[in-house]
């Protein structure tokens, strides 16, 4: 199985400062249509999660342009460029290129 | 607008079976882009992928979990899936979720996961 590891754990925030999560998977999620199957999903207290980003960097239907997703291979950032008070939660990067999907432990973004 | 709605018991007994269903509103169960799956949370294990099902000519199953203990079943008269799990153990304690996963017609390309039920949450003990 391919193994996410996320960092940090644990990302404190100011509103209107940015913010960075680092994802890094144990082999290259690289397809061979040259995607990265790599997700990010967050979860906001209380709900399920919800999509964020797909194939690396492609922002999901609704997702404010302010998350960006970017790398390749095997290390991988999703990037909040201005903080918002709504963005608490736990982000979540998961692997999309095999069964089992496999999931990083989450990050927990709090204010 | 897609819509996925769970229901099931909250409580299992220990060794008997989890089932969870989840009734889908604005696609179809056997759409040929969409697939089915199943994913676990718990404080200990987070976010777990527990298996999936969809149509592609014929139905297909991958699953995360020992087969012997795990089933999807999907109904096409109901437009549901159902999650089976036997032999459950406190472990198998978790907020169970269904969500919708996104592909072209050919099955590659990947949209993403981009509906999930609400949740149910599952405690097994006795």
């Known amino acids: 199985d391919i193994v996410m590891s996320q960092s940090p754990l644990s990302l404190p925030v100011t509103p209107g400062e940015p913010a960075s999560i680092s994802c890094k998977s144990s082999q290259s999620l690289r397809h061979r249509d040259a995607y990265n199957y790599l997700d990010w999903y967050v979860q906001k207290p209380g709900k399920s999660p919800q999509l964020l980003i797909y194939l690396g960097s492609t922002r999901a239907s609704g997702v404010p342009d302010r998350f960006s997703g970017s790398g390749s291979g095997t290390d991988f950032t999703l990037k909040i460029s201005r903080v918002e008070a709504e963005d608490v939660g736990i982000y979540f990067c998961m692997q999309a290129l095999q069964t089992p999907r496999t999931f990083g432990q989450g990050t927990k973004v709090e204010i | 607008q897609v819509q996925l709605e769970q229901s099931g018991p909250a409580l299992v007994n220990p060794s008997q079976t989890l089932s969870v269903t989840c009734a889908i509103s604005g696609d179809s169960v056997s759409s040929l882009t969409s697939g089915w799956n199943w994913i676990r949370q718990s404080p200990s294990r987070g976010l777990e992928w527990l298996g999936r099902t969809y149509y592609r000519s014929k139905w297909n199953n991958d699953f995360a979990l020992s087969k012997s203990r795990m089933?999807?079943?999907?109904?096409?008269?109901?437009?549901?899936?159902?999650?089976?799990?036997?032999?459950?153990?406190?472990?198998?304690?978790?907020?169970?979720?269904?969500?919708?996963?996104?592909?072209?017609?050919s099955g590659t390309y990947w949209y993403g996961m981009d509906v999930w039920g609400q949740g149910t949450t599952v405690t097994v003990s006795s």
């Open chain 2, 71 to 105: 089933s999807i079943n999907s109904d096409t008269s109901k437009n549901q899936v159902s999650l089976h799990l036997t032999s459950v153990t406190p472990e198998d304690t978790a907020v169970y979720y269904c969500a919708r996963g996104v592909t072209a017609p």
